[in-house]
């Protein structure tokens, strides 16, 4: 296998508030390949977002990434300027955030935004950047592309708009993509070939991407590798098909089992009981153990990540394997 193209280990990211720290990210890991793409699920305040704002350093006060490290192409991000990670950013490793509207300035057209981009990290004439602009929006499925380069983003529809924002994450084939919930606000067949679109771009160009959602049945269509968090911590990884087919933690098992399509029809959703626990009063030990029907005492200590046979998961008592706690 290549080298990583990008490498985190221990990531933490706190924020500090008035009412205590809340740990977003407390020890997240993983290895990405070129042209890999990983899916990142979990449900809301799991610590997705900001696990990918930690990775461009777009995390703002009262937040600071506290430990850990973050090695894109041999290069450690962590310990660059402000001057030297805005040079990268963008070039090296861009975001697709979930609003096209917070990338796009309502004022400017789609040509000129797509130059300042580009113009934000090498000198092209104007004839060659809207060559570049209009040749990238044409890959992501816009229609007339050199004309649409004069139109403004309210002439575009939302999925339009987003994809005028996957361009522009695109103008400098970085080596590594982070998509926030892109598709989150679009219909379901935009969001099928924007799905398709996205993953045959990585398979052309070896851009590696981060694939953020809450939604497990989309990501399983595009990634083929998972993440699942839970409370800020990476609690199971691995190949695609082989964890939605057998899951070890618990969690994962129950956001698989709570899929409409897992459900019959006519009868009720599964659902995991209980509620995510607040990032500021964490229960000791596991903090998935409130909600899980496998608990008991061990528990009560923080379970480490089981590697084996390429796939990880943090839980005492995995799905489908006999209780890995000691005597």
Known sequence: MSDPVLSVRDLRTHF??????????????????????????????????????SLLGLVDEPGRIVEGSIRLQGTELTTLSGAQLRA?????ISMIFQDPITTLNPMLTIGQQMRLAIDAHERLSKRAAEARAAELLGQVGIPSAAARLRAYPHEFSGGMRQRVAIAIALLHRPAVIVADEPTTALDVSIQAQILYQMRDLAAQTGTALI??????????????????????????QGPTATLL????????????????????????????????????????GCPFAPRCDRATGACGSEPEMTERDGRGWRCFHPVGLADEVPA
């Open 88 to 92: 990268r950013r963008g070039r090296d």
């Open 211 to 236: 694939w953020i959602s809450h939604d497990l049945a989309v990501v399983s269509s595009l990634a083929s590798k998972l993440a699942v968090m839970y409370a800020g911590r990476i609690v199971e």
């Open 16 to 53: 500090f508030t008035r009412a205590g720290v809340v740990k977003a990210v407390d020890g997240v890991s993983f290895d990405l390949a070129p042209g890999e793409i990983m899916g990142l699920v979990g449900e809301s305040g799991s610590g997705k977002t900001v696990t990918g704002f």
């Open 245 to 284: 087919r057998d899951p070890r933690h618990p969690y994962t098992a129950g956001l698989i089992a709570s899929l409409p399509a897992m459900t019959e029809p006519g009868t009720p959703l599964a659902q995991i009981r209980g509620t995510t626990p607040s990032l500021l009063s964490l229960p000791p």
